[in-house]
């Protein structure tokens, strides 16, 4: 039986653990030994090998397939963008009204670069905002009023970025799909901190990066689309590596490659692939639901230690409702993120919060003296 790594063994692997403490999740992640090592690799390679092509693809692929296990999908359901925004702007310049569906419905607690893609895809698209409720647990209640015949796209996040509410994402698919729409998840701050599951989920599209909850830089990305919809969709974004055979070196001929594959456009960003193949490496090894598991324990841990210090606690919901961000409302958020920071005690800020986002890394002490810190800071 393979055992799964403590989380204080886990701990002794990230070199700034031992000097800060690290509590940015929802930001930037730590830097693993093996990620630094895989960049270092990357760079040797150039420095000794001068040009080592197939290489260096060959670890994008890899990033690719192990990208692709952790969301049980194929690798061919899964193109390599550089950003979220990428991955959006790839989908909403791919998607075509559907006889009388051109509604795209967006939740208004959504990564804003999200709004910004789907409005610049204008006519022929109809774009509604669904409000965020009073306690910022958006669920399918809410989104009923939105479901109607002409539904084109739903469009909503897994883990919400400001407050860390994670969303039910099988119910929402489901009604989606009942009313026939397709259903986009903006899944960066949930993925490497909760499984995720495309086909139990059942997505249509997925996009997700690096940096955040999954060890890696940013630079790189990934959108999973469902193989029987890609196969209907043209993309705009594209290139040579979205197509069929890349090195047919055809200018006259458009060939899209098969599933998301034709989501591909130019070379791939070759360093940060080397980032991600180890990065995904490591959440291979790692069992996600008990990741998942430890968060909920540091989410008790972090409302005990807010309420305890009398500050105001923006997450307050149940933990199974909930990722690992725990957000705190604050005056001067980022004054604040910047003068905990010179303390050694790495936060983020995000609008009128401070976000407190472990990973499995993490103990109850690093989330305990973050809060107790950000109090005295608050007090001084
Ligand atoms: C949920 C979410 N989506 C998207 C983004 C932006 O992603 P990108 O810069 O890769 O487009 C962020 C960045 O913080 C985010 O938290």
Redesign the pocket.
Known sequence: MITMITPQQFRSEFTILKEKIQLSS??QSALHQSVKSSIVDYVQSWEHDGMNWNRWMEKCEEARALFAKQINAKPAEVAIVS????AAAAVSTSLKPIGGRNKIVITDF??P??GHVWQSAESPFAIEYVEQNKNATNSIEDYEPYLTDDLLLFST?HVN?YNGYKQNLQEISQRVHEKGGYVFV?A??SFGQTPIDVKRMNVDFLAT?M??YAFGV?GI?FLYVNEEVAETLTPKITGWFGQMNPFAFDIRGKDYASAARRFDSGTFPMINGYAASAALALLDKLDISLVEKHLAHLSQVAAAEIAKMGLVNRSLFPVDEKGSTTAVFVENASNIERILAGEGIIVSARGDVLRIAPHYYNTEEDVKQAIQALATVISD
């Open positions: 929802c930001s950003s979220v925004s990428h959504d990564f670069t999200i996040s970025y903006d960066y701050q990066g940096q955040k940013p990305a």
